[in-house]
């Protein structure tokens, strides 16, 4: 009836956003926005912060990580957590079916009629410049539902050793404890694997139980507490180790950045524990964003976030190295364990250590709980989404997976502590792949998909920022964040 030649396709700026502004994920919305910002702050704070932060610091030179790390956090990692709930707002759905309503929607031409007698156009309908074209940037939600199981594998056995340790402190084991005895104490926590894999089990059993009852309800009660709990924990600590004599060689050590020591691998970890921090790059926060409704300034929230965590991060370093130089520790040797072997010293060399130790531990185990609830997320509403699982189902099957991976690193503090690839053991191979491959990567593909393909309407549309603001997330996102990750990654790489 109608011939091709009748029609215009034209691109206009002006969007239909009725349609948009009424979808709300299936899984339901944020009660309000400090909900929001207390989800995605428990996300982002984890063990990341506390434990993995200040062993990276170490391992990396102190204040040359500490320089690179902050620098990544603004020019790469903020910018990329901006795209990243973009699109789970946006899409409302698990990372994978967000992603394809995104692409789908950013190849959309309207197509116009001409209406030759009345000698003007009429919208009649949308049309897909290809069909094809979308199929792959779903790619990106699988590799973050891969990543998200394989970090909570290695996650969960050390959110065990924080259980384990709530005890510990809770029975008096840290009183008057010296290195040696924190050093013996860990080494003959992670030797024995039965009582790992005991934990491990716990934690995950509790993870999969809290999401196959809806994210929402368990999450938004635990993080009231949590986020103060924490905060209040952590500012005890640091009035404690003012008094201690390695208190300015501590903050020397952290703030002054011998500038000769940031090579290219500390530069590489670096930006993967930014990525591994904020928890971006695998779809946790796109998730988060799909519950989170369209009234809110993404850009508001998120820079709260990243604030709120690159705060603990600090915090942690400002508690831990502090004992490692009044006690004489080898920053450099300590690796995983190293707050497993410091702060037991302090907690039971200060009064009132044994209740804030278990405190702190508690705290910790909340901390890890709620970041493995977002990891474990996107896996979970996929098979919900789009293999017709209950939520229940889903998470027994993704966390049984998890599980059975978790044992792998179990076993790289015993067992098969000698057994290594790439140099590395099971456990240093999968945060090595997760931190500084695999985040990294599906940032880079964030970035370009939100910065290249999604049309500059819908990110406006999403970002309420005001223009100059807008302006500078865009030069980020498009050619700052992903050149840098690329050029770090290379240079790490070789
Ligand atoms: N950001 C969490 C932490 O610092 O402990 C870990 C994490 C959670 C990483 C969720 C990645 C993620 F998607």
Same mark, same amino acid.
């Given at each position: 009836?109608?011939?091709?030649?009748?029609?215009?396709?034209?691109?206009?700026? %002006?969007?239909?956003?009725?349609?948009?502004?009424?979808?709300?994920?299936?899984?339901?919305?944020?009660?309000?926005?400090?909900?929001?910002?207390?989800?995605?702050?428990?996300?982002?704070?984890?063990?990341?912060?506390?434990?993995?932060?200040?062993?990276?610091?170490?391992?990396?030179?102190?204040?040359?990580?500490?320089?690179?790390?902050?620098?990544?956090?603004?020019?790469?990692?903020?910018?990329?957590?901006?795209?990243?709930?973009?699109?789970?707002?946006?899409?409302?759905?698990?990372?994978?079916?967000?992603?394809?309503?995104?692409?789908?929607?950013?190849?959309?031409? %309207?197509?116009?009629?001409?209406?030759?007698?009345?000698?003007?156009?009429?919208?009649?309908?949308?049309?897909?410049?290809?069909?094809?074209?979308?199929?792959?940037?779903?790619?990106?939600?699988?590799?973050?539902?891969?990543?998200?199981?394989?970090?909570?594998?290695?996650?969960?056995?050390?959110?065990?050793?924080?259980?384990?340790?709530?005890? $510990?402190?809770?029975?008096?084991?840290?009183?008057?404890?010296?290195?040696?005895?924190?050093?013996?104490?860990?080494?003959?926590?992670?030797?024995?694997?039965?009582?790992?894999?005991?934990?491990?089990?716990?934690?995950?059993?509790?993870?999969?139980?809290?999401?196959?009852? #809806?994210?929402?309800?368990?999450?938004?009660?635990?993080?009231?507490?949590?986020?103060?709990?924490?905060?209040?924990?952590?500012?005890?600590?640091?009035?404690?180790?003012?008094?201690?004599?390695?208190?300015?060689?501590?903050?020397?050590?952290?703030? =002054?950045?011998?500038?000769?020591?940031?090579?290219?691998?500390?530069?590489?970890?670096?930006?993967?524990?930014?990525?591994?921090?904020?928890?971006?790059?695998?779809?946790?926060?796109?998730?988060?964003?799909?519950?989170?409704?369209? $009234?809110?300034?993404?850009?508001?929230?998120?820079?709260?976030? *990243?604030?709120?965590?690159?705060?603990?991060?600090?915090?942690?370093?400002?508690?831990?190295?502090?004992?490692?130089?009044?006690?004489? =520790?080898?920053?450099?040797?300590?690796?995983?364990?190293?707050?497993?072997?410091?702060?037991?010293? *302090?907690?039971?060399?200060?009064?009132?250590?044994?209740?804030?130790?278990?405190?702190?531990?508690?705290?910790?185990?909340?901390?890890?709980?709620?970041?493995?609830?977002?990891?474990?997320?996107?896996?979970?509403?996929?098979?919900?989404?789009?293999?017709?699982?209950?939520?229940?189902?889903?998470?027994? %099957?993704? #966390?049984?997976?998890?599980?059975?991976?978790?044992?792998?690193?179990?076993?790289?503090?015993?067992?098969?502590?000698?057994?290594?690839?790439?140099?590395?053991?099971?456990?240093?191979?999968?945060?090595?792949?997760?931190?500084?491959?695999?985040?990294?990567?599906?940032?880079?593909?964030?970035?370009?998909?939100?910065?290249?393909?999604?049309?500059?309407?819908?990110?406006?549309?999403?970002?309420?920022?005001?223009?100059?603001?807008?302006?500078?997330?865009?030069?980020?996102?498009?050619?700052?964040?992903?050149?840098?990750?690329?050029?770090?990654?290379?240079?790490?790489?070789?």
């Amino acid at each position: 009836m109608y011939n091709i030649t009748y029609y215009h396709k034209l691109i206009i700026n %002006k969007e239909i956003t009725i349609a948009q502004n009424e979808r709300k994920s299936i899984h339901g919305q944020w009660s309000s926005k400090v909900l929001f910002i207390f989800a995605a702050t428990g996300s982002a704070v984890g063990l990341g912060n506390i434990w993995k932060f200040p062993w990276m610091a170490a391992e990396n030179g102190g204040g040359a990580f500490v320089i690179v790390y902050l620098a990544s956090v603004a020019l790469i990692a903020l910018p990329i957590m901006i795209a990243e709930i973009l699109i789970g707002r946006r899409g409302k759905q698990n990372p994978v079916n967000s992603l394809r309503y995104l692409s789908k929607e950013a190849s959309q031409v %309207k197509v116009y009629e001409v209406d030759h007698d009345l000698n003007r156009t009429k919208q009649t309908k949308y049309q897909h410049h290809n069909q094809e074209d979308y199929t792959n940037w779903e790619l990106i939600g699988w590799m973050g539902v891969i990543s998200g199981i394989i970090i909570l594998s290695f996650y969960s056995v050390i959110a065990g050793w924080t259980i384990s340790y709530i005890f $510990k402190s809770f029975s008096g084991l840290f009183n008057q404890v010296t290195i040696d005895g924190a050093t013996s104490l860990f080494k003959k926590f992670t030797s024995d694997a039965e009582r790992q894999l005991a934990w491990h089990t716990i934690f995950m059993f509790m993870t999969c139980y809290i999401v196959s009852k #809806g994210v929402r309800g368990g999450l938004e009660k635990a993080i009231k507490f949590l986020i103060p709990g924490l905060f209040m924990i952590l500012l005890i600590l640091t009035g404690y180790v003012t008094t201690l004599s390695g208190f300015t060689e501590g903050l020397r050590y952290l703030f =002054l950045p011998d500038l000769n020591k940031i090579t290219a691998s500390v530069v590489w970890s670096a930006m993967g524990m930014a990525f591994f921090s904020l928890s971006i790059g695998m779809g946790a926060l796109m998730i988060y964003g799909s519950y989170l409704s369209n $009234k809110f300034s993404i850009f508001e929230v998120t820079s709260i976030v *990243a604030f709120a965590d690159t705060f603990v991060a600090i915090l942690a370093g400002i508690i831990i190295f502090p004992i490692v130089f009044t006690y004489h =520790l080898d920053p450099t040797t300590a690796g995983p364990g190293l707050i497993f072997q410091t702060l037991p010293i *302090a907690f039971g060399s200060m009064p009132g250590g044994e209740t804030f130790g278990t405190l702190f531990f508690i705290l910790l185990f909340f901390a890890a709980i709620t970041s493995a609830i977002s990891l474990i997320e996107p896996a979970v509403t996929l098979l919900i989404e789009n293999f017709r699982h209950t939520r229940a189902e889903a998470s027994l %099957k993704i #966390g049984f997976v998890t599980w059975l991976v978790g044992i792998g690193t179990i076993f790289s503090f015993n067992y098969w502590q000698d057994v290594t690839i790439l140099g590395m053991n099971f456990f240093n191979l999968l945060d090595a792949l997760t931190s500084k491959v695999l985040l990294p990567l599906g940032g880079f593909s964030m970035a370009i998909f939100v910065g290249y393909l999604v049309k500059r309407r819908t990110s406006v549309a999403e970002l309420k920022m005001s223009q100059s603001m807008y302006t500078i997330w865009r030069v980020l996102i498009r050619y700052i964040a992903p050149v840098a990750v690329m050029v770090i990654f290379t240079n790490g790489f070789m």
